[in-house]
C-alpha cells in the first residue's frame, strides 16, 4: 500500500530566506563582539581591583572616580556583558533551527524561556546595580532619596518572549501529535 502526502511539497525542507543568513552572519558578529566587550571590562575591573589594594601608579590615575566606583561599575557590565552573551547564545541556537527549516522544535521554546530569564535577571541586576551605584556615589552628607528607574518596556519585552515560549512549546507538542496521527 502506497501513502501519499495530500500536498508534494509537506516533506521536502524549506530554504531558508537570505534575511536568515543575515541574521546568522550578524548575530556571530554580536557574539564576537560581546566576548571582546566582557574581556575589556574584566581587564578594567582587575585593574579597579589593583587601585582598590593601593597600587601608587594605578591608584593615581584615578582622578574623577574612586578605584571601589570603578570596580562596582565594570563588574555590573561584565554581569550585563554575560548576560548579553547568555541571550545571543540562544538567538544563535533559534537561528540554525531557521536555516535548517525546522523551528518548532522542543529546544527552541527552552531557549526563548532561557532568553526571558536572562532579560528579566539582567534588568533586575541593572536596577540593583543602578541603586548601588547611586548610593555609593552620594556624600554621607546628602541625604536624598536614591531614585531607580523602572523600565516598563523590559517588562513587556519580557512578557512578550514569555508568551512566544509558550507558543513555540505548544507547536513542537502539536507538531508531534500530528507526526504521531494517520
Given at each position: 500500500?502506497?501513502?501519499?502526502?495530500?500536498?508534494?511539497?509537506?516533506?521536502?525542507?524549506?530554504?531558508?530566506?537570505?534575511?536568515?543568513?543575515?541574521?546568522?552572519?550578524?548575530?556571530?558578529?554580536?557574539?564576537?563582539?560581546?566576548?571582546?566587550?566582557?574581556?575589556?571590562?574584566?581587564?578594567?575591573?582587575?585593574?579597579a581591583g589593583l587601585?582598590?589594594?593601593?597600587?601608587?601608579?594605578?591608584?593615581?590615575?584615578?582622578?574623577?572616580?574612586?578605584?571601589?566606583?570603578?570596580?562596582?561599575?565594570?563588574?555590573?557590565?561584565?554581569i550585563v556583558a554575560?548576560?548579553?552573551?547568555?541571550?545571543?547564545?540562544?538567538?544563535?541556537?533559534?537561528?540554525?533551527?531557521?536555516?535548517?527549516?525546522?523551528?518548532?522544535?522542543?529546544?527552541?521554546?527552552?531557549?526563548?524561556?532561557?532568553?526571558?530569564?536572562?532579560?528579566?535577571?539582567?534588568?533586575?541586576?541593572?536596577?540593583?546595580?543602578?541603586?548601588?551605584?547611586?548610593?555609593?556615589?552620594?556624600?554621607?552628607?546628602?541625604?536624598?532619596?536614591?531614585?531607580?528607574?523602572?523600565?516598563?518596556?523590559?517588562?513587556?519585552?519580557?512578557?512578550?518572549?514569555?508568551?512566544?515560549?509558550?507558543?513555540?512549546r505548544e507547536g513542537?507538542?502539536?507538531?508531534?501529535?500530528?507526526?504521531?496521527?494517520?
Amino acid at each position: 500500500m502506497n501513502v501519499e502526502t495530500l500536498y508534494p511539497d509537506e516533506m521536502a525542507t524549506s530554504k531558508a530566506s537570505p534575511a536568515i543568513g543575515f541574521l546568522n552572519i550578524l548575530l556571530t558578529i554580536i557574539w564576537w563582539g560581546g566576548w571582546v566587550f566582557l574581556g575589556l571590562f574584566t581587564l578594567l575591573s582587575a585593574y579597579a581591583g589593583l587601585g582598590i589594594l593601593g597600587v601608587d601608579a594605578v591608584h593615581k590615575s584615578f582622578e574623577n572616580i574612586t578605584p571601589f566606583m570603578a570596580l562596582v561599575s565594570s563588574v555590573s557590565v561584565v554581569i550585563v556583558a554575560a548576560v548579553f552573551l547568555v541571550i545571543v547564545k540562544q538567538l544563535r541556537a533559534i537561528c540554525k533551527t531557521l536555516v535548517t527549516g525546522d523551528p518548532f522544535v522542543p529546544q527552541n521554546a527552552t531557549r526563548l524561556r532561557r532568553i526571558w530569564v536572562a532579560v528579566a535577571a539582567g534588568e533586575i541586576l541593572r536596577l540593583c546595580s543602578t541603586f548601588v551605584i547611586s548610593r555609593l556615589s552620594q556624600s554621607t552628607e546628602e541625604i536624598s532619596v536614591v531614585a531607580t528607574d523602572l523600565r516598563i518596556y523590559v517588562w513587556f519585552m519580557v512578557l512578550a518572549l514569555i508568551i512566544l515560549a509558550e507558543v513555540f512549546r505548544e507547536g513542537a507538542r502539536l507538531r508531534q501529535e500530528a507526526k504521531l496521527t494517520v
